[in-house]
């Protein structure tokens, strides 16, 4: 009986692993697939422009819907993200499972979209900012 017991232990213990979710690093091929550079961020009442020290922060999207946002070359962000539903040309983009490092990420929404100069991210407050990436 005790071995049988130390049986149903072992193989409840390894079904229990394979269940974990597995974040890739493996960049999506998908619409936003890729890794992107911060350029810039517009926004607030007056239209305040933010610029980065070169390379400082980097965001990218990864296959399994993982997300990750970096910075000055350490990972600050790791979240899942799906893309669930369009406002007027912006990709609705939201995070879930989201774990921060030493960094403040507060939003579980963001608006998307890709233009001819790269990926436009939309905070979607009404006086908010419009961060702008190029594909690195």
Do not use: H
């Not at 350490?74 to 007027?88: C, R």
């Not at 499972?97 to 979209?113: K, L, M, S, V, W």
């Amino acid at each position: 009986m005790i071995k049988f017991l130390k049986y149903i232990v072992i193989l409840s213990l390894l079904l229990g692993l394979g269940c974990k979710r597995e974040y890739t690093t493996e960049p999506e091929s998908g619409k936003y697939g890729g890794k992107w550079l911060w350029v810039k961020s517009v926004g607030g009442k007056s239209g305040v422009e933010i610029k980065p020290e070169e390379g400082t922060k980097i965001v990218r999207y990864y296959k399994n819907d993982t997300f990750r946002l970096y910075r000055n070359d350490t990972l600050k962000v790791l979240a899942e993200y799906e893309i669930n539903g369009q406002i007027q040309d912006l990709d609705k983009i939201v995070y879930s499972d989201i774990r921060t490092f030493d960094y403040y990420f507060d939003p579980e929404i963001e608006y998307a979209r890709l233009d001819s100069a790269g990926l436009q991210v939309w905070d979607g407050l009404i006086d908010g900012y419009f961060s702008f990436f190029t594909r690195e």
